[in-house]
């Protein structure tokens, strides 16, 4: 659905759009999937999206930063040969049909 931005330009449009016919301007960021960047006087000046992409685009975000820190947190944790792991879990097993 929504790509990042830096990977394709986006749409731009002059600022005049949104006060000469906001409820057309309105529709179509309702319509793309993507950013459109407003200029002002030829200079970008805002970014302009549709809500649910930028929901979907903060999901994302969100997500991302999480699995980065569950691979951070991975990678500095001592490791535990599977064997083991495996052997330990047999063992809890055990007890608890002992008990």
């Known amino acids: ?10 749409t ?8 000469s ?4 301007f309105s529709s179509m960021c309702r319509e793309m999937d993507e950013p459109i960047l407003i200029t002002r006087n030829g200079e970008s000046d ?3 999206m ?14 991302t930063i999480e699995l980065l820190e569950a691979d951070r ?6 490791s535990i040969p599977a064997a083991d792991v495996f ?13």
């Open 73 to 78: 947190d991975l990678k500095a944790a001592p």
């Open 50 to 63: 549709n809500h649910e992409v930028y929901n979907n685009m903060i999901d994302r975000m969100s997500l």
């Open 21 to 24: 016919d906001y409820n057309s």
């Open 12 to 19: 731009a449009k002059p600022s005049s759009i949104i006060r």
């Open 1 to 10: 659905m929504y790509s990042f931005i830096g990977a394709k330009a986006l």
């Open 87 to 99: 052997t330990g879990l047999r063992e809890m097993i055990h007890e608890q049909i002992q008990s």
């Open 46 to 48: 805002l970014v302009v």
